[in-house]
């Protein structure tokens, strides 16, 4: 492949002499083939081409290579108009795409003045201020996808990178030289580009990166947590937590069982705070498959991830509540019956304030919740401490709800206790009368003292500046005796 790319070079250059100065320039012949697909046009040759076609014999292999590299340091500026329209930006591409070629055929190891200058030139095209986009208060809708102008040169320069980490010719020992934690880390901040694109082409670069260079494993989950952290408690904003997560999810498929300590302190400080923000409906699919990777590698992790799930359970939020909803549905798949009997009494709590809520597809999605086999097996081996908690809740939506949908359903659950313990019912159904005849005296009582206090402040009313009651005027003042 080597020799098919120094021929291309020598193919371009002009018939003339070693000394380079006595041949006129219009015998040299045309490079430009039928379909365009040369490596460099022969419009407007840069400096370093026209040395390159200077002296072909002369030159190495790894001189070829540099000097390609050098023409892929140019950046040009796609905003202006007609950028992409300039000859120099299409000779960019078409070396890039030479590159390309030629790294994914090498079969001779790349010296280390190659891997330098290869990520020299990635550093230089990818780490840039990314293009400005209107957020919101203008033209731009946040639900239409933003693509990056430059990604005519992008894409190819990614396409690169990745037959680069993925190339066996690469010396992994010279090439963590140069991508060292700086690089990385700069590579991560590219997952909060807008354009969808690049963050799918970074998701296959991070997996490459992640499964070849074993030393920097540890700072690349570091610096995933720092970016997962910033997101919850600060900007609440990332373009690419999705693909974060879908990196990691087959990363924690991989993680050797026992899991460490490190690996448990991730699930718990990075991966369940991304239940907070309100955006979570744009990656809880990523965030559910990681999760559960966790809980079949280690199923005793399912109370550390019901307790998150608690933890941060919306309250005003009725679409967020029902995806938490499905989500603990398939943790309680996994969940083991000692792990589940942990945690089962402020679990069904807050499933008994689901059923009650006036959105009825929170409340019916909660009842949904016993059509599953192994939670229903589950609640009947635990019914004694389970049917107490949610009986209050179905008797209010037997009574008062007012979706015709939930209170069948309602009835269809509590049809399914009556079948499985008709004493226990009915023992819950005697207490929740007493218990409501409580409230209703307490409430009784609770009116009779306002009543009262209402009474009394009618025939002692009260300043405006000071909170003691005034006494009538027709009662003398008394000082209070000396003693």
Known sequence: MWKQFLGKISRKSPKSGSGGGGSPPQKSPPSRGANGAEAEPRASPPPLASAVAAAPGAETREDVFLRKLNVCCVVF?????????????????????????????????????????????????????FPPKIRSGGATDDDEPFFDPSWYHLQVVYEMLLRFVMSPVVDVKVARKYMDN?????????????????????????????????GNRPFIRKAVSNIFYRFVFETDHHN????????FGSVISGLAKPLKEEHKLFLWKALIPLHKPKTVGVYLPQLTYCIIQYIEKEPKLTGTV??????????????????????????????????????????????????????????????????????????????????????????????????????????NVRKMFFDMDERLLLACQ??????????????????????????????????????????????????????
């Open 77 to 129: 500026d796609f905003a202006v108009e007609r950028g992409r329209d300039s000859p120099e930006v299409e000779r960019k591409r078409q070396v890039l795409v030479s590159l390309v070629d030629c790294v994914s055929a090498a079969e001779e190891p790349l010296t280390e003045a190659m891997i330098s200058a290869c990520v020299r030139m990635f550093a230089i095209n990818l780490f840039r201020v």
């Open 182 to 214: 700086s690089f990385i880390s700069r590579l991560l901040d590219l997952f909060d580009s807008d354009d969808p694109r690049e963050r799918e082409c970074l998701k296959t670069v991070l997996h490459r990166v992640y499964g070849k260079f074993m």
């Open 240 to 247: 690419g937590i999705a693909e974060l997560l879908e990196v």
């Open 306 to 411: 019901i307790r998150g799930l608690l933890k941060y359970w919306p309250v005003t939020n009725s679409q967020k509540e029902m995806m938490f909803l499905g989500e603990l549905e398939e943790v309680l798949e996994l969940t083991e019956m000692a792990d589940f009997q942990k945690c089962m009494v402020p679990l069904f709590r807050r499933i008994a304030q689901c059923l009650n809520s006036s959105h009825f597809q929170v409340a019916e999605r909660a009842l949904f919740l016993w059509n599953n086999e192994h939670l229903f097996a589950l609640i009947s081996q635990n019914r004694q401490v389970i049917l107490p908690i949610i009986y209050p809740a179905l008797e209010r939506n037997t009574r008062w709800h007012w979706n015709q949908s939930v209170l069948n359903v309602t009835m």
């Open 430 to 483: 005697t207490n929740f009368q007493e218990e409501e005849k409580k409230r209703a005296a307490s409430e009784e009582r609770r009116r009779l003292v306002w009543e009262h206090l209402e009474r009394n402040a009618a025939f002692h009313p009260v300043t405006g500046d000071i909170g003691f009651a005034v006494p009538p005027t027709s009662a003398p003042l008394v000082a209070p005796a000396m003693t």
